[in-house]
């Protein structure tokens, strides 16, 4: 079965700061992987998506990740965070031929001025 | 375009009391899906329909049941309302037009937030 880790339950980090969240994921063969975000009182919001070819995409509002089979891994990054970054961020994981998409329990991040 | 539209978008209910989820999208897509969203939880699939006419179980499915309409109206059902059963209700579609594609990124509507006494 698919499932997703995300360690970092709330970070926080000041403007302009870089950021990394960590997401690791468990699948036999190669996952497809998402990242969403979730501002407060709204839906979530698809950020990037992986599925082939370079492990490093690059998504909406600056963030990018990378995919490393080796360590089972899809961290998302952004160099500098901005206040309206300000949110709750899911990892996602889907297998191959598998329609359920499942999440991890995501990662609060606040941005001090 | 409105994407994924959920009603209502606020509910309190007493244990025991029974109502609907209404869930529409309008991009053509083949698949949907519900969630809920518990604090510390992230979302866990409820139940999910990869095409019209055919509907699986998720995660959690216990206490609740979906219909497909047809192909834009998925519904979610709780006959018998628990205090358990608050949480926020997502409903999401997927799958580009007149396909179905593993790797096609959900879109979610607002959210229905439901409170059980």
């Known amino acids: 079965a698919q499932s997703v880790t995300q360690p970092d339950i709330h970070i926080t980090v000041s403007e302009g700061a870089s950021l990394e969240l960590r997401c690791n994921y468990s699948?036999?063969?190669?996952?497809?992987l998402f990242w969403y975000v979730q501002s407060p009182g709204q839906g979530l919001q698809l950020l990037l998506k992986?599925?082939?070819?370079?492990?490093l995409v690059q998504g909406i509002k600056g963030f990018e990740a990378e995919f490393k089979r080796s360590q089972s891994s899809f961290n998302l990054r952004k160099p500098s965070v901005h206040w309206s970054d300000a949110a709750e961020y899911f990892c996602?994981?889907?297998?191959?031929?598998?329609?359920?998409?499942?999440f991890g329990k995501g990662t609060l991040l606040t941005v001090n001025p | 375009n409105a994407g994924v539209t959920q009603t209502p978008k606020f509910q309190v209910l007493k244990t025991g009391q029974s109502m609907t989820l209404q869930c529409a999208q309008d991009?053509?897509?083949?698949?949907m899906y519900w969630y809920r969203q518990d604090p510390g939880m992230g979302l866990r699939l409820i139940y999910y329909?990869?095409?019209?006419?055919?509907?699986d179980k998720g995660e959690v499915p216990n206490g609740y049941n979906v219909s497909r309409l047809n192909k834009r109206e998925f519904s979610l059902r709780l006959e018998s309302a628990a205090p358990s059963q608050t949480s926020v209700y997502f409903c999401?579609?997927?799958?580009?037009?007149?396909?179905?594609?593993?790797?096609?990124?959900?879109?979610f509507g607002n959210g229905t937030r439901l409170t059980v006494t």
């Open positions: 329909s990869a095409s019209e006419g055919t509907t």
């Open positions: 999401a579609s997927s799958g580009p037009q007149g396909t179905s594609s593993y790797n096609s990124p959900l879109h």
């Open positions: 992986y599925f082939s070819g370079d492990t």
């Open positions: 991009m053509n897509h083949n698949s």
């Open positions: 699948y036999g063969a190669t996952p497809y």
């Open positions: 996602a994981v889907r297998g191959g031929s598998n329609y359920k998409l499942t």
